[in-house]
């Protein structure tokens, strides 16, 4: 995204004024999720001067600074205890752009995890795969999601959206890097990854010119 994220956090670009966290936030306030924790790392002193305690969205906002970048698996155990949650948990791409996105719809979901036999670890929003990225990531058959294909199963992209527990993480050390995708197949592996299909607006915002349509759009 450079030169656009030479001085400013990524999550910051903005689409029709208002920057992608604050998309994100206003979304999480509106199904009544009270509490959020902001893990950053580049001038993340920007990200918390933007957003400060998440009054004016209505929410209460944390910050889990990373001295340096803990890739999204490290990032989000650093950030477990502040979150505390008592199994799952939501997370969201700071760089991603998803209005409308069904968030109650994903807690209902995420509430009857813990009901199935073979408890799942994560359940993933997955989603068409954009021209930029047209091989996708995981195969969806039915709920279940692998990494290996099989019958009747679709190739799609991961939209940066899960539910997690926090038993995904138990094994990792707080403070140092970890990338999510290795722990997500070795959950698949144990067949505790489910999923859904989303067809609902979403845009992984990687380049200035995606930037630039996305505001032309939604202007």
Same mark, same amino acid.
């Given at each position: 995204?450079?030169?656009?994220?030479?001085?400013?956090?990524?999550?910051?670009?903005?689409?029709?004024? *208002?920057?992608?966290?604050?998309?994100?936030?206003?979304?999480?306030?509106?199904?009544?999720?009270?509490?959020? +924790?902001? #893990?950053?790392?580049?001038?993340?002193?920007? /990200?918390?001067?933007?957003?400060?305690?998440?009054?004016? !969205?209505?929410?209460?906002?944390?910050?889990? =600074?990373?001295?340096?970048?803990?890739?999204?698996?490290?990032?989000?155990?650093? &950030?477990?205890?502040?979150?505390?949650?008592?199994?799952?948990?939501?997370?969201?791409?700071?760089?991603?752009?998803? =209005?409308?996105?069904?968030?109650?719809?994903?807690?209902?979901?995420?509430?009857?995890?813990? &009901?199935?036999?073979?408890?799942?670890?994560?359940?993933?929003?997955?989603?068409? #795969?954009?021209?930029?990225?047209?091989?996708?990531?995981?195969?969806?058959? @039915?709920?279940?999601?692998?990494?290996?294909?099989?019958?009747?199963?679709?190739?799609?992209?991961?939209?940066? /959206?899960? +539910?997690?527990?926090?038993?995904? !993480? *138990?094994?990792?050390?707080?403070?140092?890097?970890? *990338?999510?995708?290795?722990?997500?197949?070795?959950?698949? @592996?144990?067949?505790? +990854?489910?999923?859904?299909?989303?067809?609902?607006?979403?845009?992984?915002?990687?380049?200035?010119?995606?930037?630039?349509?996305?505001?032309?759009?939604?202007?």
């Amino acid at each position: 995204m450079r030169p656009l994220t030479d001085d400013l956090p990524k999550p910051l670009l903005t689409i029709q004024n *208002k920057s992608l966290l604050a998309w994100h936030l206003e979304s999480l306030a509106k199904a009544g999720i009270p509490k959020v +924790v902001i #893990n950053h790392a580049w001038l993340g002193s920007k /990200i918390e001067s933007a957003l400060g305690d998440g009054q004016p !969205f209505g929410i209460q906002i944390q910050y889990s =600074p990373e001295v340096t970048a803990l890739e999204t698996a490290g990032g989000i155990c650093k &950030a477990l205890p502040l979150l505390v949650p008592a199994d799952y948990f939501l997370v969201l791409n700071g760089d991603v752009f998803s =209005p409308h996105l069904p968030i109650a719809q994903i807690l209902q979901t995420a509430s009857q995890l813990g &009901a199935q036999s073979n408890q799942p670890l994560a359940h993933l929003l997955m989603v068409p #795969n954009p021209i930029q990225h047209p091989d996708g990531d995981f195969y969806l058959n @039915g709920s279940a999601i692998s990494d290996q294909e099989s019958t009747g199963a679709e190739k799609l992209t991961f939209s940066g /959206i899960g +539910v997690y527990h926090k038993a995904l !993480f *138990k094994g990792l050390k707080i403070g140092s890097p970890a *990338k999510l995708a290795p722990i997500l197949r070795q959950a698949m @592996g144990q067949n505790r +990854v489910s999923g859904e299909k989303y067809l609902g607006p979403w845009h992984d915002v990687g380049t200035p010119q995606r930037l630039q349509e996305l505001n032309a759009v939604y202007e």
